[in-house]
């Protein structure tokens, strides 16, 4: 048996628009450039994509399946900006086909740095999926697939049963990604792998002709997926739902991929498609899996240099998570939203000097033209919302002196 697993990302920021150190008003975030990005992401590939796989979900009687983990800032922006890519995604959850998994709210690396925000932004997601689509969702992922058993334990606690982590080579040794795993000391929580040269095969080089592979036609991948049979039970395949029209543009053939790559599969009576919920289910844990350091999914080290490779990187998240107490004791919801906006990881992705192999990843959707432009805009920006702190502090205790003189 070999379950085709799929788990795509859906992820857009708030981009910062150009704030220079003159600058004193409190909207930091470009409305026209999220709005113009949002509905061209939409048209390329939220819209069409997610009506193709509807489509693929009721020719196949239900036998496809799909699982997304949408951040809640993209899920705010699709409110905003293209309500009908959320009427898509209420139509897929509602064939009963379709999986949502849990993660950060604000798509942050606030585990790394502060374990109280991070869990309020979890339930914050958890909450909104409750609310858009009926489910409690099962399976967590965090941020850019970073992980380690610190992580699995604390997830673990807040109740959930599964959790997706990055089949890096360095961790996995001689284990295959196409079994279940648990984390060291953890039964009560399984852990999905990806299986990141199949996934990358389709995100990454589809339409790279120089690839000794190229062209990647869907019963190729269905041979290379039936080759697992015997030698695991699930192939992971997680990438950005981008892939689809945007990384990999139409005119690459990739929605023909996908169109006929669910057929060419279950032409193997061995292979189905399963959710994340239903591969935990179905499937027994060959072991434990020890992540004892954080690794993630992002760039060939799959480490946090993608976001913490250099001072800039550093200093910003120090700065963004020492404020967190004089952000909350304010009580500004307006403020607190900004704050956490701040915390998105794309906004130290954007800083990141590591070019080379890497480059056209970094700079894909990068705003600036120069990591340190990225990061002089954003203390800029929080040089301003320091300054709304002191200001919302100031007013707190003195509505604190008034309460406490008595008249005379």
């Not at 699982?67 to 905003?80: C, H, M, P, R």
């Not at 800083?351 to 890497?358: G, L, Q, R, Y």
Request: aromatic share 16%; net charge negative.
């Amino acid at each position: 048996m070999a379950s085709v697993c799929f788990y795509f990302q859906v992820h857009q920021p708030y981009r910062l628009r150009h704030y220079s150190v003159f600058d004193s008003d409190n909207n930091y975030f470009d409305d026209y450039k999220n709005g113009e990005i949002c509905r061209k992401v939409a048209n390329k590939c939220y819209l069409p994509a997610n009506r193709l796989i509807l489509d693929l979900i009721h020719r196949y009687n239900g036998q496809f399946k799909v699982s997304y983990a949408i951040t809640g800032v993209a899920l705010d922006q699709f409110e905003e900006y293209c309500p009908e890519v959320l009427s898509t995604f209420h139509a897929l959850a509602d064939t009963g086909c379709v999986e949502f998994i849990s993660e950060t709210y604000y798509h942050s690396l606030s585990f790394l740095y502060s374990k109280d925000e991070f869990a309020h932004q979890v339930r914050m997601h958890r909450k909104r999926i409750q609310e858009l689509f009926g489910q409690t969702p099962r399976i967590f992922r965090n941020t850019e697939l970073i992980y380690n058993n610190e992580l699995a334990e604390y997830i673990n606690d807040m109740g959930y049963e599964g959790i997706i982590c990055e089949g890096a080579d360095h961790i996995m040794g001689f284990r295959s990604p196409n079994y279940v795993y648990t984390p060291p000391g953890q039964n009560n929580i399984k852990m999905l792998t990806k299986n990141y040269r199949l996934s990358d095969d389709i995100a990454f080089r589809f339409s790279n002709q120089d690839w000794a592979e190229w062209p990647l036609t869907a019963p190729k991948f269905a041979n290379w997926v039936h080759d697992v049979n015997g030698n695991g039970f699930t192939v992971n395949l997680f990438m950005d739902y981008e892939t689809l029209g945007e990384h990999q543009w139409e005119d690459t053939g990739i929605f023909d991929f996908l169109n006929h790559m669910p057929g060419e599969v279950l032409k193997h009576p061995d292979n189905d498609f399963k959710t994340p919920s239903e591969v935990i289910d179905s499937y027994d844990a060959m072991g434990d899996l020890n992540v004892p350091y954080m690794i993630s999914w992002a760039d060939m080290e799959r480490d946090l240099s993608a976001w913490l490779g250099n001072a800039m990187q550093s200093n910003a998240l120090y700065e963004i998570y020492q404020l967190e107490g004089a952000v909350k004791a304010t009580g500004d919801e307006s403020l607190i939203e900004d704050w956490r906006k701040l915390q998105t990881s794309d906004h130290f992705y954007y800083m990141c000097t590591k070019w080379f192999a890497d480059g056209d990843v970094h700079k894909y959707f990068n705003p600036y033209d120069s990591p340190y432009d990225s990061y002089i805009n954003f203390m800029n920006v929080m040089d301003n919302l320091q300054s709304r702190c002191r200001n919302a502090a100031g007013k707190v205790e003195q509505n604190k002196s008034h309460k406490m003189v008595t008249p005379q």
